[in-house]
């Protein structure tokens, strides 16, 4: 418990204690759009938080982590088609095939040192062979989709995640909190020392006697497996799957923005982003769509990413905690 606040400072508790209760009140306060525009919000946020434990902790570029969300879906979402097996049950194996699909591609990746932007295109080689696969397999509802039955979206069954959007409200806003106290617990222990060190300068970090190969393992088998939980509640949320979306580049892009606008490597990062990209996406969609702008969201997410580049290179976050005084914690990391 001491690590998880070590270095705060006395103010950040007091922001913490007041985001932490608009987030509890939050859906009794707005209408049924507004919900689902949280629960969306709060999905990227997590799965930024997953992504940026890979690429912001430990350096690894992954540009197809809607493989891991994919796997994690299709896993969950097939059981409980065909077998009536409730999430809670199958998030375990979704999450073991998740891993193991992170572990292939990290073996490969780091056994033949593949870098940088190599491995990122092995990741989404590995993103479009699944996609593929998925694509010709019946058992998984191949390019007719896989839908889950939905009996009621008022009455609450927490065990098989069906129910209201409130239900879900809160179940990923305890998924979100849950994966940020998690990636602070990381970074400010031994692992994620080593982590920052290879991030950093690898070649350098196995001179000193790092184990470089077994300490990428671990980060990219935490965020793909963390990334598959997300792909649970993406199923039991949105009840349908289809291969085209679920595993495309573009989801995987989609994913990734959010942390990058909000500061990579940095833990509040990736929620500053979703907070700041979703709700302007959403926006801009709601206020084009009479007059057929399609492409107006990427074109957005872009200017945004290439502002970011220009004037705000390491991120929202870092210059927010700047204006809060939040970067001159008492004997800690600003982060």
Not at 255 to 264: K, R
Not at 266 to 282: N, Q
Not at 286 to 309: E, Q, R, S
Request: charged share 10%; hydrophobic share 55%.
């Amino acid at each position: 418990m001491n690590r998880l606040f070590e270095g705060l400072p006395a103010r950040a508790f007091l922001l913490l204690a007041i985001l932490a209760a608009a987030l509890l009140v939050a859906p009794w306060l707005v209408n049924d759009y507004l919900l689902s525009v949280l629960i969306i919000v709060l999905y990227f946020a997590y799965v930024g938080q997953a992504w940026n434990l890979m690429i912001g902790f430990a350096g690894q570029l992954s540009l197809g982590h809607a493989l891991f969300v994919g796997i994690g879906a299709y896993t969950s979402a097939a059981i409980f088609v065909h077998f009536g097996i409730g999430p809670w049950a199958t998030v375990f194996i979704a999450v073991l095939a998740s891993v193991l699909a992170g572990s292939i591609i990290g073996y490969l990746g780091f056994r033949f040192s593949i870098r940088g932007v190599y491995f990122a295109l092995l990741t989404i080689a590995f993103a479009e062979f699944t996609r593929i696969m998925v694509d010709h397999t019946e058992w998984l509802g191949s390019t007719q989709g896989l839908f889950l039955p939905v009996a009621n979206r008022e009455s609450i069954d927490l065990l098989n995640l069906r129910g209201s959007p409130m239900m879900f409200y809160y179940v990923i806003l305890g998924m979100t909190v849950a994966a940020l106290v998690l990636c602070r617990l990381l970074l400010n222990s031994k692992l994620g020392y080593y982590w920052q060190a290879i991030r950093e300068d690898q070649d350098s970090a196995q001179a000193y006697g790092v184990n470089v190969f077994r300490y990428k393992m671990i980060a990219v088998a935490i965020s793909s497996g963390l990334t598959g939980i997300a792909g649970v509640f993406y199923a039991f949320y949105y009840n349908n799957l289809f291969p085209e979306t679920t595993f495309a580049t573009s989801r995987s892009i989609e994913m990734i923005l959010g942390t990058v606008v909000g500061g990579v490597g940095t833990l509040f990062g990736p929620i500053v982003g979703a907070f700041f990209l979703t709700p302007l996406g959403e926006l801009l969609t709601a206020l084009t769509d009479d007059i057929g702008l399609d492409g107006i969201k990427p074109f957005f997410w872009g200017i945004c990413v290439a502002g970011i580049v220009l004037f705000r290179p390491s991120g929202l976050w870092p210059w927010i905690a700047g204006l809060l005084g939040l970067d001159k914690p008492a004997g800690g990391e600003g982060k």
